[in-house]
């Protein structure tokens, strides 16, 4: 067992876990915070993707000591005020979120591609979504998704992380 | 309210908020209070009779509880159209991974050693792993693989169905066939395959089962609550494994977190053991599978084989054709009959056969049992007509477009099963419309120029077909769906259905269709949980039914709540959402609750000969044209599709936002289907039951996918609607392999093809053409049989 600390969403919180266990674990039983979603548990599918100190990363694959000291920001901390995040919001009219299982790893992926690519191309958002599987929409629907949040004024600073 | 200015807009998903803050719950989010865990002890063989069953002494078993056949309550069998599928296997295993014993505890870790701590025995049997070896066991009378005997629900021996439709009467057409082939200017024969897919739905099957007991410890009541398609399917199997009557089975979707058919059956299987271990501990019991049992044990898209051979005239005239379908059930007939029914009528195609007879067959192998999957046996069987029509332009020297044009069904025509289509159906405007929109003529030219000079081949390739909505023949009259319509005090009308929401957009556009039917704003309908203790049996969730069926259900219901607020609360004809909130809240007032329920009644009626086979398939068709532009580059051997153009014609697009979701959805399975997901077996096990190896496409392999719609209204469903959600899944993986024809000159005749695949051809070639030509020959085909000028 380990005492690790982590800023959750902008909150601190110490925790007392094992040490190898899995952040994606820590997040949804400890800190009770089901938003981050498990689809493959091997680092594939990205439905468990959060921002760790600005980084996306699958929590699957990181063990809670590894996240000591680190800056965390799920699904939860996206919104701001209770307020849907531009990207949110984009996600909602444009059909970026079908059944919604990838949609809280896709929307952290989002936000770090447009934290990097204010405004970036096709490409940039195929590569930059690649790690982030949906069985659903044929990414289509997501892509125009975040060309509409890139035009929406996108303010890189929002997310928490 | 003007007319129709909700149904093709639009509105935000009903759940969409939920799911984009991360709020929508799925089963796997969700804790009873006291709950314990589950987990499933499988077999580690494909087939044999169990001798023992042993528990390590390493364990401490008094903390869990297990349960086998023995605890079964009642009958021992998950129920879709037989009984012979076993809850927990008990004297015999006839696939690999088939569940025999169940464990729960109150710590999920606890579980995973526990499972490794039960050894059973077997007394191996040999079996059967493919559709060939199947046939082969019965064709030899070797009764050691005769692996599945028949049952009293029909089947015979290592064949769970069998079906021959015929164009038209027997013995006509028999004699029609014979005379077509005789005087036939060219016969063309070939034979197709496609492999199993995986639906790699993101969320894993899961539920949380609880149960009650009386005094004398007799199962009073159960309730299942989890990810799944079809809540009904789930009672009707509680039922059985526990006799009770149905009333004492509750069923509860949670949020869902994709299916694509891939829950339609199997919740049947998860939820029934999770209500046992239920029983057996006393506490509520969660299982959710992960991703690598979730793969090797579920099912999956049904392989097939299937055998055309047309007799054609020289100016490209369909004269008569034989179709020889075939799909492997795997272990159990679980949904394959019906599977096999829908690939069986779809097969023909949208094309006119002056004789024609089909016969297809679903056979029993030793692997897990195949089942629902989008499309539900039609993209079988329209990948190897829709590349065989491509074979037949070529031995006739006609375009794959001419050829097709010179057979198309138009208005009036009857299909193959004698159903004549009086709604409008307009391919050839279709197929022209297509081509122009993805500029095929011009690509055609271009390519061919430019491949003469590149390693990376380009082509061009289309694929025409149809799906048709609902069940089929009379299965919507026997569902005999039910909705009901109720507002409540605050005069808020609420939808009650048991069709559910699993990414499509079933809460969103059936609360569409109620607001237009009752002239009120989208934002002031809703739409209740699937339980099944609350919602009436409006059928299963699947067949591209939910639409058109469940639509047309909520129209009427709703505009019957219309005429009883019309003539008990003088509500007037033209409303305002406040005067239908005061006639509603004074309905109330004055009689305790208002409800509105409707029956299904077809539109138009419908027959339909189950003996023959032959009649009205379907209520209504949606008719297509997908256009593939493909790279194939000759140094890596990978296929890329690099642009796709689909065209549809569904009636009238409900909410063109979700309507293009589904298109583009279903393409990217597509293709998927045809160029990535390859299900790899030894033995009647999946080996790949990882995303790391099984291979679905990500953002980055998909090219952009143009969606186009024709809109012709059709009465059967709610505003002119039609099925749209398994459309998609039928014709990309032809018009891929289309147009790697196209492209290389090699007519490829099985999915999924890899670039291994490719290679193997294409260096079979190069070994060949070795001193000779470098120019790829594509009449040299080693995957067809025969190929005849008559």
């Known amino acids: 067992m380990s005492d690790i600390r982590i800023t959750i969403n902008g909150q601190a919180r110490s925790l007392n876990v094992p040490s190898m266990k899995r952040l994606l674990d820590v997040i949804r039983e400890d800190l009770q915070l089901t938003g981050t979603k498990e689809g493959c548990g091997e680092g594939e599918c990205g439905a468990c993707a959060v921002l760790m100190n600005g980084e996306l990363v699958n929590s699957c694959l990181v063990p809670a000591l590894q996240a000591n000291g680190a800056s965390v920001c799920t699904i939860e901390g996206v919104a701001i005020d209770g307020r849907l995040h531009p990207v949110q919001q984009c996600f909602l009219e444009n059909g970026g979120a079908q059944c919604g299982i990838c949609t809280p790893g896709m929307i952290l992926a989002t936000q770090h591609l447009l934290n990097k690519y204010p405004r970036p191309t096709y490409e940039q958002i195929q590569e930059g979504l690649a790690g982030n599987l949906c069985r659903c929409t044929g990414y289509m629907r997501i892509f125009e998704s975040v060309c509409k949040a890139a035009e929406a004024d996108y303010l890189p600073d929002r997310g928490k992380a | 309210m003007p007319e129709n200015s909700i149904l093709g807009s639009s509105p935000l998903r009903k759940e969409g908020r939920a799911k984009v803050l991360g709020e929508a719950k799925y089963v796997d989010d969700l804790s009873l209070p006291g709950m314990w865990f589950g987990a499933t002890v499988r077999s580690t063989i494909a087939r044999g009779k169990i001798r023992k069953i042993t528990f390590s002494q390493d364990v401490n078993w008094s903390e869990y509880a297990i349960v086998t056949a023995s605890d079964v309550p009642g009958e021992n069998t998950i129920v879709h159209l037989t009984r012979d599928h076993p809850c927990l296997a008990a004297e015999q295993v006839n696939h690999p991974e088939e569940p025999i014993l169940l464990l729960a505890h109150p710590d999920k870790k606890a579980l995973l050693a526990a499972t490794a701590g039960v050894h059973i025995d077997y007394e191996e049997l040999p079996g059967v792993f493919t559709i060939e070896e199947s046939e082969a066991a019965v064709e030899n009378g070797d009764t050691e693989r005769i692996i599945w005997p028949g049952s009293d629900a029909g089947g015979t021996a290592n064949c769970f169905k069998q079906y021959l439709m015929y164009s038209a009467d027997a013995k006509d057409t028999e004699q029609g066939l014979a005379l077509a082939f005789e005087n036939a200017d060219y016969i063309v024969q070939g034979e197709y395959s496609t492999g199993a897919q995986e639906q790699l739905y993101i969320e894993n099957n899961g539920v949380i089962a609880e149960c009650n007991k009386d005094a004398d410890g007799r199962v009073t009541d159960v309730c299942v609550r989890g990810s799944m398609q079809c809540p009904y399917y789930l009672v009707h199997a509680l039922t059985l494994v526990f006799g009770l009557p149905e009333e004492k089975c509750r069923v509860i979707q949670t949020e869902t977190g994709g299916a694509f058919g891939g829950k339609e059956d199997f919740p049947s299987v998860i939820g029934s053991h999770a209500a046992l271990l239920a029983m057996k501990c006393g506490h509520p019991v969660k299982i959710t599978y992960d991703r690598a049992e979730d793969m090797a044990a579920t099912t999956k898209r049904h392989p097939s084989r299937t055998r055309h051979r047309t007799a054609v005239s020289k100016d490209g005239k369909l004269l008569g054709g034989t179709i020889e379908f075939a799909i492997d059930g795997g272990a159990y007939a679980t949904l394959s009959p019906v599977v096999l029914s829908r690939g069986t009528i779809h097969a023909p195609g949208p094309y006119k056969w002056p004789y024609l007879r089909v016969r297809a067959k679903a056979m029993a192998t030793n692997v897990p049992p195949h089942g629902a999957f989008r499309g539900f046996g039609a993209p079988q069987s329209l990948f190897a007509l829709e590349r065989h029509m491509d074979k037949v332009a070529k031995v006739v020297g006609l375009t794959p477009e001419e050829l097709r044009r010179r057979n198309f069904l138009s208005t009036g025509d009857c299909t193959a099963t004698g159903q004549p289509l009086n709604d409008p159906v307009d391919m050839q405007k279709l197929l022209t419309r297509a081509l122009e929109e993805h500029g095929y003529h011009e690509k055609l030219k271009r390519f061919a120029e430019e491949n003469k000079h590149s390693s990376i081949k380009r082509g061009v390739g289309f694929a025409t077909f149809m799906h048709g909505a609902g069940f089929t023949g009379s299965g919507e009259r026997r569902l005999n769906s039910l909705v009901h319509v109720e507002v409540n005090a605050d005069g808020r009308p609420n939808l009650l259905v048991s069709s559910t929401e699993?990414?499509?957009?079933?809460?969103?556009?059936?609360?569409?269709?109620?607001?237009?039917?009752?002239?009120?704003?989208?934002?002031?309908?809703?739409?209740?949980?699937?339980?099944?203790?609350?919602?009436?049996?409006?059928?299963?969730?699947?067949?591209?039914?939910?639409?058109?069926?469940?639509?047309?259900?909520?129209?009427?219901?709703?505009?019957?709540?219309?005429?009883?607020?019309?003539?008990?609360?003088?509500?007037?004809?033209?409303?305002?959402?406040?005067?239908?909130?005061?006639?509603?809240?004074?309905?109330?007032?004055?009689?305790?609750?208002?409800?509105?329920?409707?029956?299904?009644?077809?539109?138009?009626?419908?027959?339909?000969?189950?003996?023959?086979?032959?009649?009205?398939?379907?209520?209504?068709?949606?008719?297509?044209?997908?256009?593939?532009?493909?790279?194939?580059?000759?140094?890596?051997?990978?296929?890329?599709?690099?642009?796709?153009?689909?065209?549809?014609?569904?009636?009238?697009?409900?909410?063109?936002?979700?309507?293009?979701?589904?298109?583009?959805?279903?393409?990217?399975?597509?293709?998927?289907?045809?160029?990535?997901?390859?299900?790899?077996?030894?033995?009647?096990?999946?080996?790949?039951?990882?995303?790391?190896?099984?291979?679905?496409?990500?953002?980055?392999?998909?090219?952009?996918?143009?969606?186009?719609?024709?809109?012709?209204?059709?009465?059967?469903?709610?505003?002119?609607?039609?099925?749209?959600?398994?459309?998609?899944?039928?014709?990309?993986?032809?018009?891929?392999?289309?147009?790697?024809?196209n492209a290389t000159g090699v007519a490829f005749h099985s999915i999924p093809l890899l670039p291994e695949d490719l290679f193997e051809r294409f260096a079979s070639f190069t070994e060949r053409a070795h001193g000779g030509s470098e120019e790829l020959d594509g009449s040299i085909d080693r995957d067809t049989r025969t190929e005849v000028d008559a």
């Not at chain 2, 059936?510 to 989208?522: F, I, K």
């Not at chain 2, 790391?692 to 186009?708: E, Q, R």
């Open chain 2, 502 to 741: 699993f990414g499509q957009g079933t809460n969103t556009i059936l609360c569409q269709v109620a607001a237009q039917a009752l002239s009120l704003p989208y934002e002031n309908i809703s739409i209740a949980q699937p339980d099944t203790r609350v919602v009436p049996n409006s059928g299963p969730t699947v067949a591209s039914r939910t639409a058109m069926i469940v639509g047309k259900l909520v129209e009427r219901a709703c505009k019957k709540l219309l005429t009883t607020l019309q003539d008990y609360a003088s509500l007037p004809p033209q409303h305002t959402p406040g005067e239908f909130r005061k006639a509603a809240g004074f309905y109330v007032a004055e009689h305790g609750s208002l409800r509105s329920s409707v029956r299904y009644e077809p539109v138009k009626p419908i027959f339909w000969d189950d003996e023959l086979y032959r009649g009205d398939a379907y209520p209504a068709y949606a008719w297509a044209v997908y256009v593939a532009e493909v790279a194939v580059d000759l140094n890596t051997y990978m296929a890329t599709v690099t642009r796709f153009d689909a065209l549809q014609e569904v009636g009238k697009v409900m909410h063109p936002v979700l309507a293009k979701g589904q298109v583009e959805g279903g393409v990217a399975q597509g293709i998927g289907y045809a160029l990535y997901e390859k299900c790899v077996w030894k033995n009647g096990r999946m080996l790949n039951n990882q995303m790391t190896n099984y291979i679905m496409p990500t953002s980055a392999d998909l090219p952009p996918i143009h969606v186009h719609f024709e809109e012709v209204p059709s009465a059967h469903g709610p505003g002119g609607a039609k099925g749209i959600g398994e459309l998609p899944m039928d014709g990309p993986a032809p018009a891929i392999l289309n147009a790697i024809e």
